[in-house]
């Protein structure tokens, strides 16, 4: 294999990003910063926070399509070799001083060649040799990155292999966008009937009548929803609904344990009362782990008993009284005291059969999301470093991309 200094790539020399305060933040340019930088390895449209640049910092700090994007420092040595890139935006983009930012030669290098590059045990190996370990974190130095030694491939060559694995990336990606949309509109679904009683206040206002279809309502729903709404402990609700406790609808299925006796780790499983009397079968989780789990049938619900992000994760249209019993730790107890509200079978049974096929085909995109993100880490080492050649697999996985 080639090899040249990665310096000798360069169209300019690594630049580290802006320091801007957390006062100096909320209106101007977008602004890329390290969580972007570890959530998005390619980086394309995504909310960011935004930042004032004078003229002089916009001609020096805004991105460009191929500038890759390193990490300067990290708690842990592998976000020290982070390398994403910058895609596209909608509008400017701009880098935080904890970035470094490296634009290529479009005549000596492809971008997106040398982001897979980095994403390969060689690459991260290359960065590697740089990175300085100091009292608790792990970094490089903008200069530094001029000096390691890269691989180098024949231009022609470069754009070939970036191409295959961007095809697979992107195919991977739009699979997942639309996993999340579907999950959106079940969602949406979900908290209009559920939370918000949308159908029931539109025929409360007259602006469903029978035999009319609304958004997310079709015709043959009307009689499933009562047409006024009724005081109880948790406030208004629809006529003929029940307020409960979950544990009224779920139960706390207490027979598992953890593979690495880590509390931490720790799920609280719960079950509708139909699989009480399910009796599953234990399996192994891998090699060289002692402990058991229990095999899940469908349609069990796992909460994380540590989890800041639960009010995201499950809690967002849950009475704002009711998510304090699960901040930080959830205890099962807890969950099981939570108020909810209790439609009739009919209309929970309709609710399944509507939103069931959009979580169906989430799943399946979600599936074949992390097939071909599966495929690209397996062709990755393989094309870069020639052990395989492009011609091989070309027309391959553009069948399958396509």
């Not at 880098?95 to 060689?122: C, G, I, M, N, W």
């Not at 679904?189 to 309502?217: C, H, N, T, Y």
Request: proline content about 7%; hydrophobic content about 40%; charged content about 25%.
């Amino acid at each position: 294999c080639v090899t040249r200094p990665f310096g000798d790539l360069f169209l300019e020399p690594p630049r580290n990003g802006l320091n801007r305060p957390k006062a100096m933040r909320g209106e101007g340019v977008k602004m890329v910063n390290m969580g972007q930088l570890f959530a998005h390895p390619r980086l394309r449209n995504i909310p960011m926070e935004r930042v004032p640049l004078s003229k002089v910092e916009v001609e020096k700090f805004l991105l460009k399509k191929g500038d890759l994007l390193f990490a300067r420092q990290s708690l842990v040595l592998e976000g020290a070799v982070k390398c994403s890139i910058f895609l596209e935006d909608n509008e400017p983009v701009t880098f935080e001083s904890h970035v470094t930012r490296v634009r290529l030669d479009p005549q000596k290098a492809d971008p997106l060649f040398y982001y897979y590059y980095f994403r390969s045990y060689e690459g991260r190996a290359a960065i590697w040799s740089i990175v300085e370990q100091g009292a608790g974190a792990s970094g490089i130095r903008a200069r530094d990155l001029a000096t390691i030694s890269v691989l180098w491939r024949p231009l022609s060559e470069q754009r070939a292999i970036a191409h295959i694995l961007g095809t697979l990336d992107d195919k991977s990606e739009l699979l997942r966008r639309m996993s999340e949309t579907l999950e959106e509109m079940a969602r949406a679904i979900f908290k209009a009937w559920f939370v918000d009683f949308v159908p029931v206040r539109a025929k409360m206002e007259g602006r469903w009548q029978r035999g009319q279809s609304l958004p997310g309502l079709p015709a043959h729903l009307y009689d499933l929803f009562p047409g006024r709404l009724v005081g109880s402990e948790m406030g208004e609700i629809p006529e003929g609904w029940e307020a409960a406790r979950f544990g009224d609808v779920a139960v706390h299925l207490r027979d598992s344990e953890n593979p690495q006796q880590s509390p931490d780790a720790m799920f609280c499983h719960f079950s509708i009362p139909a699989f009480d009397e399910w009796r599953w079968p234990k399996m192994e989780l891998g090699a060289g782990i002692k402990s058991q789990k229990w095999r899940l049938p469908p349609g069990v619900v796992l909460f994380s008993k540590l989890n800041r992000e639960i009010e995201r994760a499950w809690l967002v249209d849950v009475q704002p009284r009711e998510r304090s019993v699960c901040h930080q730790r959830a205890q099962p107890n807890a969950i099981l005291r939570l108020s909810v509200v209790r439609p009739p079978d009919s209309l929970a049974a309709s609710f399944e059969g509507l939103v069931g096929s959009l979580l169906e085909r989430a799943l399946s995109c979600s599936r074949e999301s992390c097939t071909l993100s599966g495929l690209r880490d397996a062709l990755l080492p393989k094309l870069v470093s020639g052990a395989l050649r492009v011609s091989h697999v070309q027309e391959s996985v553009e069948r399958i991309a396509s």
